[in-house]
């Protein structure tokens, strides 16, 4: 699996220290700011280090880095290097499926036994009939994490010590979650499960007749541009991977999840849950392209679906709604449209203020990192449109 360095956004130049001005912006933004900007997080958070990734107005890219990739080396942390995005991966899952709406083969409201149904753990899904793809995409569907029960921690420490590079697949996984039984009647409730999006993976996969991978790649990375610093990651050994490090121990992983290039935990046990390797100016220019409704020649409003109902996140003073694949502040202040992301043991916020048309990315190589990822996202995309 390689990152393919030819192929790197013409936004990403900055990681060489050029100028970038957006279009129609009257101010400059330049990599040497953001990194004066971040410094000091690190430290202040006890996180050895952090990408950031800036969209600017017109789609250009600024980026920075700032502590270290690894502890032990004392190897300093570069824009380019690369870190799992965790859930800011079903963004791209939910793009896969709009494009599927888009093309007429994809309908939300249908029954998930559609594509489902020859699933060997199907008979056993609690109200299988009224789960639909739209209460998937939205965390409505009532199916429980399965990466919470308690059969999951035990079965992925066995794996990570006898045989780390065999992932837990949907065979495995979605038998917990469905043996486990619903939280609630599909559409009665919101829960957040990456359960959910597993099944939309599969989904995805009835439908294109390949693998999720190659789908999303030739239908949505590709035509955007995004093959030099996105990638589905399907094997642990990743170039140019961060080190990253866990404060408390969880599924069996070790303090230090990823070292020398190598992820501890299979990425496609996650799969669609997340599953992308990103480099943060890459996933700030996703953002930019997605939130804004660039990515997608007339896409699904994705946006619109959380204004008409959908899960509310719980969150002090502020009015937080889950859409598809994307949180959404509509209250108090400006529009924020985002999802927050983490895979053992990195932490990702992605966010885009329509207000600014600015789409931040920020990547950390602890978890827990900073307490407050929308805060400081935020914060960092007002002081830039106002430089």
């Given at each position: 699996?390689?990152?393919?360095?030819?192929?790197?956004?013409?936004?990403?130049?900055?990681?060489?220290?050029?100028?970038?001005?957006?279009?129609?912006?009257n101010?400059?933004?330049?990599?040497?700011?953001?990194?004066?900007?971040?410094?000091?997080?690190?430290?202040?958070?006890?996180?050895?280090?952090?990408?950031?990734?800036?969209?600017?107005?017109?789609?250009?890219?600024?980026?920075?880095a700032?502590?270290?990739?690894?502890?032990?080396?004392?190897?300093?942390?570069?824009?380019?290097?690369?870190?799992?995005?965790?859930?800011?991966?079903?963004?791209?899952?939910?793009?896969?499926?709009?494009?599927?709406?888009?093309?007429?083969?994809?309908?939300?409201?249908?029954?998930?036994?559609?594509w489902?149904?020859?699933?060997?753990?199907?008979?056993?899904?609690?109200?299988?009939?009224?789960?639909?793809?739209?209460?998937?995409?939205?965390?409505?569907?009532?199916?429980?994490?399965?990466?919470?029960?308690?059969?999951?921690?035990?079965?992925?420490?066995?794996?990570?010590?006898?045989?780390?590079?065999?992932?837990?697949?949907?065979?495995?996984?979605?038998?917990?979650?469905v043996?486990?039984?619903?939280?609630?009647?599909?559409?009665?409730?919101?829960?957040?499960?990456?359960?959910?999006?597993?099944?939309?993976?599969?989904?995805?996969?009835?439908i294109?007749?390949?693998?999720?991978?190659a789908?999303?790649?030739?239908?949505?990375?590709?035509?955007?541009?995004?093959?030099?610093?996105?990638?589905?990651?399907?094997?642990?050994?990743?170039?140019?991977?961060?080190?990253?490090?866990?404060?408390?121990?969880?599924?069996?992983?070790?303090?230090k999840?990823?070292?020398?290039?190598?992820?501890?935990?299979?990425?496609?046990?996650?799969?669609?849950?997340?599953?992308?390797?990103?480099?943060?100016?890459?996933?700030?220019?996703?953002?930019?392209?997605?939130?804004?409704?660039?990515?997608?020649?007339?896409?699904?409003?994705?946006?619109?679906?959380?204004?008409?109902?959908?899960?509310?996140?719980?969150?002090?003073?502020?009015?937080?709604?889950?859409?598809?694949?994307?949180?959404?502040?509509?209250?108090?202040?400006?529009?924020?449209?985002?999802?927050?992301?983490?895979?053992?043991?990195?932490?990702?916020?992605?966010?885009?203020?329509?207000?600014?048309?600015?789409?931040?990315?920020?990547?950390?190589?602890?978890?827990?990192?900073?307490?407050?990822?929308?805060?400081?996202?935020?914060?960092?995309l007002?002081?830039?449109?106002?430089?």
């Amino acid at each position: 699996m390689r990152i393919n360095r030819r192929n790197v956004l013409a936004g990403s130049a900055a990681m060489s220290g050029l100028l970038l001005t957006g279009c129609g912006m009257n101010h400059r933004v330049t990599s040497n700011w953001l990194t004066q900007r971040i410094a000091g997080i690190p430290e202040a958070h006890n996180i050895p280090g952090m990408t950031a990734g800036i969209a600017l107005p017109g789609g250009n890219v600024v980026t920075a880095a700032t502590g270290l990739a690894d502890l032990e080396t004392g190897e300093a942390m570069r824009p380019d290097h690369v870190m799992q995005a965790g859930s800011t991966g079903k963004t791209f899952v939910a793009a896969s499926a709009t494009d599927l709406v888009l093309s007429g083969d994809l309908d939300l409201d249908a029954p998930i036994g559609t594509w489902l149904a020859d699933a060997p753990w199907f008979d056993d899904l609690a109200h299988r009939d009224a789960i639909t793809p739209r209460l998937l995409l939205t965390h409505r569907s009532g199916l429980v994490e399965y990466l919470g029960q308690p059969e999951f921690t035990p079965l992925h420490a066995a794996r990570i010590a006898t045989d780390p590079d065999r992932p837990i697949r949907t065979d495995e996984s979605l038998p917990i979650a469905v043996a486990a039984g619903p939280l609630f009647a599909p559409g009665e409730g919101f829960s957040y499960a990456d359960t959910n999006y597993l099944l939309i993976g599969l989904i995805i996969e009835a439908i294109s007749g390949r693998t999720y991978e190659a789908q999303v790649t030739s239908r949505i990375l590709e035509p955007n541009g995004l093959t030099g610093g996105i990638l589905p990651a399907t094997q642990r050994a990743i170039p140019d991977l961060a080190s990253s490090y866990l404060a408390q121990p969880i599924f069996g992983l070790p303090e230090k999840c990823s070292e020398n290039g190598v992820l501890a935990m299979h990425p496609l046990t996650e799969w669609t849950g997340g599953g992308m390797a990103t480099r943060a100016g890459d996933l700030a220019r996703w953002g930019w392209l997605w939130f804004g409704g660039r990515a997608l020649s007339g896409a699904y409003d994705m946006i619109a679906e959380a204004e008409r109902g959908s899960g509310v996140i719980e969150a002090d003073g502020a009015d937080w709604r889950y859409g598809m694949a994307c949180e959404i502040r509509l209250s108090p202040g400006p529009r924020l449209i985002g999802h927050r992301g983490w895979f053992p043991a990195f932490q990702s916020v992605l966010a885009y203020k329509p207000s600014l048309d600015m789409a931040v990315a920020l990547q950390f190589n602890r978890v827990p990192s900073v307490p407050d990822m929308y805060g400081l996202a935020e914060s960092i995309l007002d002081e830039a449109a106002a430089l």
